[in-house]
């Protein structure tokens, strides 16, 4: 979580959706502490709120709208307090938003985070209509400065937008064409992060494998080696990769930089080549799993993640049990699963065979039930290894225990050790005592052998 910052204004800030959504918090956070407003937790101490929002699934859309409801009552007694929208919501309703949200004062879209002084100033000039701004131009100060979420970790946007138009997804709509960033200034930014303090950058894109196609001067493993040549620095990560573009480059990078952390989310979506096909994923079933292949005979330990979709339209009860195959022979070792959900002005809201509520939701139990096992399997084999994990903070569920993350991005909760240093961003050696399908259980090593 961002840290307090300083400043006569209070700021209250939910973010849903995305790591991107998440690093956008992070610059408008940035834009703000400029204008000297600081951080609450607390909506009712609030000068101004703003919910950065979320429309991948209906879902996701639904909850802004139940957070605006519990801010509105808010304004009854303050009537100073600014109420904005930003995200994916914001840059696809636009004024749109303010049928059933009257009383908000702000709407703008991701890449309209550096106008948000304007429109502030509009806002407490109470001039009407709201300041909306919905252009998807592309500023020069766009990026602005992101202020790191914790002080050891950070995400790094190395571009935006997506050119992919997968059927189902809304992101192409919302977030614009997709444009890199460049290299120099990728670089710059995770330089003044390590100066801070930061030891692990996530580099964030809906598709990384493409970055220096639209804008950007260099290739994708291309950047990841100037990113670790960066002093201090010493784990990198990336999300998103599309199966369709990652490269035999790539892979072999994960041998030869040993900052790069051993875990690649590669998203499938489905494990039928009719859906694949439908959803224009722009791959095979076998082209995914030759790739996914490669990884682990050439890296055994390494972390592979996926996101699936069930009850795409037209997926048959044959389509879903080749998923469930898949899911067997790829043998995850975590996925997010997701009901299919039809995104509106999306190629696949208006396919005729939608799937009925009752048959996504039973394909999903079934799926998760069956990786849940699969996950337990996976993370039973690092029981009784030494592994280094980065200290994350107080465990979640015990308070008297840490928890911190290995390189592949596993949980793990341990006691914490007397007499050495624990804060967040520590690395320690921890000993797996207990596997579980979701978290790790362990003992710091030196302990362990004393
Ligand atoms: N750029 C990334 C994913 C971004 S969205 C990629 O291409 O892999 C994150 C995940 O949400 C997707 O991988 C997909 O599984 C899911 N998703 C996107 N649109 C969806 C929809 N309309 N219904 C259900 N799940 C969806
Ligand atoms: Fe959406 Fe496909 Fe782009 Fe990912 S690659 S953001 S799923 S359109
Ligand atoms: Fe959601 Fe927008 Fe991210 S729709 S998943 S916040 S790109």
Redesign the pocket.
């Known amino acids: 979580m961002q840290e307090a910052l300083s400043g006569d204004k209070k700021v209250f800030l939910e973010t849903f959706g ?1 790591q991107m959504n998440e690093n956008d918090s992070d610059r408008i956070l940035g834009f703000l502490k400029d204008i000297r407003y600081s951080r609450t937790y607390e909506p009712g101490k609030a000068d101004l709120i703003i919910i950065n929002t979320c429309s ?2 209906d879902k996701a859309e639904q909850k802004v709208y139940s957070a605006l409801g519990r801010f509105k009552e808010l304004k009854s007694w303050n009537p100073g307090l600014i109420i904005g929208v930003s995200g994916c919501v914001a840059q696809q309703q636009g004024a749109k938003l303010l049928k059933r949200a009257p009383y908000l004062d702000i709407v703008f879209g991701p890449h309209n985070i550096h106008r948000l002084k304007d429109l502030l100033d509009e806002a407490s000039l109470k001039k009407r209509p709201v300041a909306v701004e919905q252009s998807a131009e592309i500023g020069a100060d766009e990026y602005g400065f992101t202020l790191p979420s914790t002080k050891h970790r950070a995400f790094v946007s190395i571009m935006r937008g ?1 050119d ?1 138009f ?1 059927a ?4 192409p709509y919302t977030r614009g064409r997709e444009v890199s960033r460049g290299s120099a200034e990728v670089v710059e930014e995770v330089k003044r992060l390590s100066d801070e303090g930061v030891k692990e950058v996530t580099l964030l894109g ?2 990384v494998n493409s970055y220096g196609n639209n804008g950007g001067d260099v290739s994708f493993p291309c950047l990841l080696r100037m990113v670790a040549g960066v002093e201090g620095i010493e784990r990198i990560k990336f999300i ?1 990769s ?1 199966p369709k573009d990652i490269s035999e480059e790539l892979i072999y990078l994960f041998r030869d930089e040993p900052k790069l952390c051993r875990h690649i989310h590669l ?1 499938v ?1 489905s494990g039928s080549d009719g859906v694949l096909r439908k959803m224009g994923r722009g791959y095979t079933v076998d082209e995914y799993f030759s790739r996914v292949s490669l990884l682990r005979s050439l890296y055994p330990g390494m972390a592979i993640t996926t ?3 069930v009850g795409f339209p037209g997926e048959t009860g044959a389509d879903f049990d080749d998923t469930m195959a898949l899911l067997d022979r790829v043998r995850f070792d975590s996925i ?1 699963s ?6 509106p002005g ?1 190629k696949a809201a208006s396919f005729k065979e939608q799937v009925p509520f009752e048959v996504k939701s039973e394909r999903l139990r079934i799926l998760m039930a069956a990786q849940r096992e699969i996950s337990l399997e996976r993370n039973r084999r690092l029981e009784g290894s030494t592994i280094e994990v980065v200290v994350e903070g107080a465990s979640k569920t015990d308070v008297e225990e840490l928890s911190g993350r290995t390189s592949c991005g596993r949980v793990v909760n341990f006691p914490a050790p007397e007499g050495e240093r624990t804060e967040a961003g520590c690395l320690i050696d921890v000993s797996i005592t207990h596997a579980f399908p979701n978290s790790l259980r362990g003992m710091v090593a030196e302990r362990l052998k004393a």
């Open positions: 995305c991948i699934r997506c992919n997968c189902y997804c809304i992101v809906q598709n998103t599309h998203p979506q996101d699936m979709i997010f997701f009901m299919y959900s039809p995104r999306t």
